[in-house]
T-cell receptor
Framework: GAGVSQSPSNKVTEKGKDVELRCDPI?????LYWYRQSLGQGLEFLIY????????KSGLPSDRFSAERTGGSVSTLTIQRTQQEDSAVYLC????????????FGPGTRLTVL | QQQVKQSPQSLIVQKGGISIINCAYE??????FPWYQQFPGKGPALLIA?????SEKKEGRFTISFNKSAKQFSLHIMDSQPGDSATYFC????????????FGKGTMLLVSP
């Protein structure tokens, strides 16, 4: 079956521009997560959506970062006024409602801020 | 504060050998411990996971050993193959995995032919 998809796969932008990254979770998965992977920081949590509950935004590094999830499915991560330190791979994961919430990752979006 | 410590950073194993990667955690509220495999340019793929109510879980050539009292868990890859060469991440989570994952820093495994 189809896995988690993300678009674009690569994004190059100039410092100060806004970017939007998209995630399509596995159909039927109720939870959706955004993580960031960078050389110096490893994999770090950004934001978590679970059903209709208020999202857990505790991992967002600054107020330039925001995310929404429409209709309990597709999610968009927005970074405003991008900075060079935002350069990283942004990974989306989703999980289903089972005995354990195994998280399945998409291929990621590689963001480069010039 | 690094809540999940992973070692070694890199590992070279001969084909057919056993690869062992270790992780230690601090937060006793963690109750779900997955391992992920990541190839260059790809997202992490869930390999195997364990709950603290068991001490070992085996799936094919991959085994997780779990020591609750020591707050440690490890991944063993039996009969390692060149195709296993990848970066491996341990992680930990609360609420049976229905929570954010805290990752180790990763281990780059190279299996030599």
């Amino acid at each position: 079956g189809a896995g988690v998809s993300q678009s674009p796969s690569n994004k190059v932008t100039e410092k100060g521009k806004d970017v939007e990254l998209r995630c399509d979770p596995i159909s039927g998965h109720t939870a959706l997560y955004w993580y960031r992977q960078s050389l110096g920081q490893g994999l770090e949590f950004l934001i978590y959506f679970q059903g209709n509950s208020a999202p857990d935004k505790s991992g967002l590094p600054s107020d330039r970062f925001s995310a929404e999830r429409t209709g309990g499915s597709v999610s968009t991560l927005t970074i405003q006024r991008t900075q060079q330190e935002d350069s990283a791979v942004y990974l989306c994961a989703s999980s289903f409602s089972g005995a354990t919430g195994g998280q399945y990752f998409g291929p990621g979006t590689r963001l480069t801020v010039l | 504060q690094q809540q999940v410590k992973q070692s070694p950073q890199s590992l070279i194993v001969q084909k057919g050998g056993i690869s062992i990667i270790n992780c230690a955690y601090e937060n006793t509220a963690f109750d779900y411990f997955p391992w992920y495999q990541q190839f260059p340019g790809k997202g992490p793929a869930l390999l195997i996971a364990i709950r603290p109510d068991v001490s070992e879980k085996k799936e094919g050539r991959f085994t997780i050993s779990f020591n609750k009292s020591a707050k440690q868990f490890s991944l063993h890859i039996m009969d390692s193959q060149p195709g296993d060469s990848a970066t491996y991440f341990c992680a930990a989570s609360r609420n049976s995995g229905y929570s954010t994952l805290t990752f180790g820093k990763g281990t780059m495994l190279l299996v030599s032919p």
